[in-house]
């Protein structure tokens, strides 16, 4: 944990100083649109250790060295009584995993049932764009058999991509320069092939060597969408296509991305 932000960063690297550290038990998405600077997640915590002389309140971000590094940003707040911007815990009256069961003492517990929430990194991603999770033998997802999952459903799931991903060219082609942060599309549909908040990838005529990545801020129409920043090069024949970024959380809520769950 730090006492600087990153903001919108593409790289995945720690600003200021450690101001201490913890353990992270879970990440729930909570609102926004995945994958953008404005989408916000849960983080629990424990284990917490400050370093001497700092507090909670100090930690301006999050940085988790694994076998695939993450970092965030903390939600911070004004604090009533000093009028100062801190970031605070909640839920600290329940840090551990143990529930209540009524009675002073127990004997034995049969018929338990309970939902976790677990990660991995051995899915891959096939060539029909599918994405495939096996629940473990004598497990079982919590959802009703053979449908296709509910906009809170999707929200269970936090897929990103090890690796960037390239998705076919979208139809028509794209006009944009180094001077306005918009591109105006002749025989494009954006309004059926892309949503805000989507990454796109801008190749040079002809597969040139220049190529940018962009987020879409907004599509006005089928032919006229704002991004995210300029283009760096000048074209008026360009391609473009969907594109997802290597550790950048993809939405699934988006019209187009479908969850289901079948038993086999």
Do not use: H, W
Request: glycine residues 8%.
């Amino acid at each position: 944990m730090t006492n600087v932000t990153v903001g919108s960063t593409t790289t995945i690297t720690p600003a200021g100083n450690v101001v201490g550290t913890a353990r992270m038990r879970s990440l729930v998405y909570q609102e926004g649109v995945r994958g953008t600077p404005n989408a916000v997640y849960r983080l629990y915590l424990f284990d917490i250790t400050m370093n001497a002389g700092k507090s909670f309140r100090d930690v301006r971000a999050f940085y988790y060295d694994g076998d695939y590094d993450g970092i965030c940003d903390a939600v911070t707040e004004v604090d009533g009584t000093s009028g100062s911007t801190v970031t605070f815990l909640y839920d600290t009256e329940n840090p551990d995993i143990v529930f209540k069961t009524g009675v002073k003492a127990v004997k034995s517990i049969s018929d338990i049932s309970y939902t976790y929430r677990t990660s991995t990194q051995d899915l891959t991603l096939n060539a029909n764009g599918t994405i495939e999770i096996t629940a473990p033998v004598g497990y079982q997802f919590p959802y009703s058999s053979s449908l296709s999952l509910s906009a809170s459903q999707k929200q269970d799931f936090i897929v990103a991509p090890v690796s960037n991903v390239t998705v076919s060219n979208a139809s028509g082609s794209v006009a944009g320069n180094t001077t306005v942060s918009f591109l105006v599309g002749t025989s494009t549909s954006f309004g059926t092939e892309f949503k805000e908040g989507d990454y796109i990838r801008v190749l040079e005529t002809g597969g040139g060597s220049s190529i940018d990545v962009r987020r879409i801020e907004n599509i006005v129409n089928s032919t006229y969408m704002v991004l995210n920043a300029n283009l760096s090069f000048i074209d008026t024949n360009a391609n473009v296509s969907l594109f997802f970024p290597a550790y950048y959380p993809i939405n699934l809520e988006r019209i187009g991305r479908t969850d289901r769950k079948s038993v086999v």
